[in-house]
């Protein structure tokens, strides 16, 4: 099968730029670089902030730090960029992340197509001139024939689900959107509502310093350790000494990192050898016992039984109240079905006499008040407030962006009962728009920098497919896109996931349609697939010519 050839254009209008490219994380440095650099578009970034780094600009709280490691959370597309970066840690902090982010700004010269201090806030394609028109919260319109969204999974924050929040007279900070540095808690009152990965990760720092830090906990998290420390240069020398087949081998992996001790089934060995296993990857730290340990922990609840036990097994060791230690332990989904977030000393922290645990599932928060937060059984007074209440994951970035498709089609009624892609990048009904690691992607289970270059790479080729042929507008056909969005939910319903409130499934935010996110396949069979499309002439996908050919 090949690519629908449709009708030309009749348009000659002639647009602004080649492309519009919204955020300056990893996703849009990597497509300016792409499309300005080695296409000879012309492109023009739109970057909230007033600097460059997405997620890494925004996430400033104590302890924000990557959960793969370095050496492969890292782009790969530059042999030189990969040999003249050091990294200092195995799992890179937030600040050193964004210093890299700012050295490959820097080194390529991307600041100055990218416009700072700039909001999208609509996106609407002109079917009559066969164009996108973006505007901006300042008023700016500009014209391209391509926008690409490099606006991220987790960059809109959710808003918190109890009122007063603005009636606080001491400091709010919220971990998605943190502005300022250093905070000094010494001696403070402070609250951290919230036990995701970011949650936990500032946990573990506010409690070294804080006066009295009390935790608000609604859902325990199965937190293992991330194994951090200074990077060992020997290791670092041999990644480098190999990078090519280093990165071969990631993005042959489920989770694009180069693992490869993975046993077949947590059934199929004896207790003694499925606990060394266990015990073996734990000391290990990162992602290995998520998902270098057994292949069907996320498939068979059985399985995940055993894992979920050990991890409960090692909480009670190391918190010394066993009352504490029960809250911490999670009991009520399986383990990996919310993303797993990656400690340091998160569970000794609760053996400090200045840290305390509340448990909201049993006393839910009523309210933030003037002096602190008033649960259902108690009113406690603080002097800070840490709001960890995660995201509006994965659609939400892009529906904050007021995008408009063919006949005024909003993409929020598009998505009103979940998102609708074809291949997790493009959307039918909006043509010559593309998301970088979009829902339906591998996306968040997948090692982001080799996600966001596969995606990149895969829309450069097709812009290029289109001018090498003439053609003007890709937009993938309704029934390739149904055929993708059936296909990515029978993948998930066959694992665990889809029995678990988390934001993989959108569950997290009230009113939210609750649907997996996630094209679960694995990044191996996604690349697959996307090859295979190209290879058949852009399966899936209608092309328009770009003018009226001459008679």
Not at 332 to 359: H, I, M, Q, W
Request: aromatic content about 12%.
């Amino acid at each position: 099968m090949t690519a629908t050839i449709e009708q030309p254009s009749t348009s000659t209008a002639v647009t602004d730029y080649d492309a519009v490219v919204i955020g300056a994380g990893f996703a849009g440095l990597y497509a300016l670089h792409k499309f300005r650099d080695r296409m000879g578009m012309s492109v023009r970034v739109f970057e909230a902030a007033d600097g460059v780094g997405g997620t890494w600009y925004w996430n400033r709280y104590p302890g924000a730090r990557c959960d793969i490691e370095s050496v492969h959370y890292s782009y790969s597309f530059d042999d030189q960029l990969q040999q003249e970066w050091v990294w200092s840690e195995r799992f890179a902090a937030q600040p050193e992340i964004l210093r890299y982010l700012e050295h490959v700004a820097d080194r390529f010269d991307l600041r100055r197509d990218i416009q700072f201090d700039t909001r999208v806030d609509s996106m609407v394609w002109d079917d009559a001139d066969s164009m996108w028109r973006v505007g901006t919260e300042a008023g700016e319109t500009v014209t391209a024939k391509y926008v690409i969204s490099g606006a991220g999974n987790l960059s809109v924050p959710k808003t918190p689900e109890f009122d007063g929040v603005d009636s606080f007279r001491g400091k709010v900070f919220l971990t998605g959107n943190w502005r300022e540095e250093n905070v000094d808690f010494s001696g403070k009152r402070v609250a951290v509502i919230g036990t995701g990965s970011s949650g936990i990760q500032a946990i573990s720092e506010v409690a070294k310093t804080a006066g009295q830090l009390t935790v608000f906990q609604r859902t325990p998290n199965y937190a293992t350790p991330i194994g951090n420390g200074p990077a060992d240069a020997d290791e670092v020398a041999a990644v480098k000494a190999d990078y090519s087949a280093v990165r071969d081998a990631s993005r042959n992996h489920f989770l694009g990192v180069p693992y490869s001790q993975v046993q077949p089934s947590a059934l199929a060995v004896s207790a003694e050898e499925r606990r060394a296993t266990f015990d073996a990857r734990w000391n290990a730290g990162g992602f290995r016992l998520f998902i270098d340990s057994f292949q069907d922990i996320l498939f068979d609840k059985q399985a995940n039984d055993t894992i979920a036990c050990y991890i409960r097994e090692r909480i009670h060791e190391r918190v010394s109240d066993p009352a504490v230690a029960e809250l911490l332990a999670p009991k009520d989904y399986p383990y990996g079905t919310k993303r797993p977030p990656l400690e340091t000393d998160y569970y000794e922290a609760f053996n400090r006499d200045n840290v305390s645990l509340v448990d909201i599932k049993k006393a839910p928060i009523e309210a933030i008040t003037e002096t602190g937060v008033r649960t259902a059984d108690a009113e406690y007074e603080f002097d800070v407030i840490i709001l960890a209440t995660g995201f509006d994951a994965m659609t939400g970035p892009l529906l904050k962006l007021g995008i408009v498709g063919r006949g005024g089609l909003k993409l929020s009624d598009k998505w009103a009962y979940g998102p609708r892609t074809y291949l997790g990048l493009t959307v039918n009904g909006f043509p010559n728009l593309f998301i970088v690691t979009g829902p339906q992607s591998p996306s968040v289970l997948y090692n982001m920098p080799l996600a966001i270059e596969d995606h990149v790479d895969f829309i450069g080729d097709a812009i290029a497919y289109l001018r090498d042929g003439d053609l003007d507008i890709i937009e993938p056909t309704l029934e390739a896109e149904d055929a993708w969005v059936e296909g990515a939910l029978e993948i998930s319903s066959q694992t665990l996931l889809p029995g678990t409130d988390s934001w993989y499934m959108g569950a997290n935010v009230p009113g939210k349609p609750r649907i997996c996110m996630l094209y679960l396949g694995g990044a191996p069979a996604y690349r697959a697939i996307c090859d295979d499309v190209v290879a058949n002439g852009y399966d899936g996908f209608v092309l328009t010519p770009a003018t009226v050919p001459a008679i």
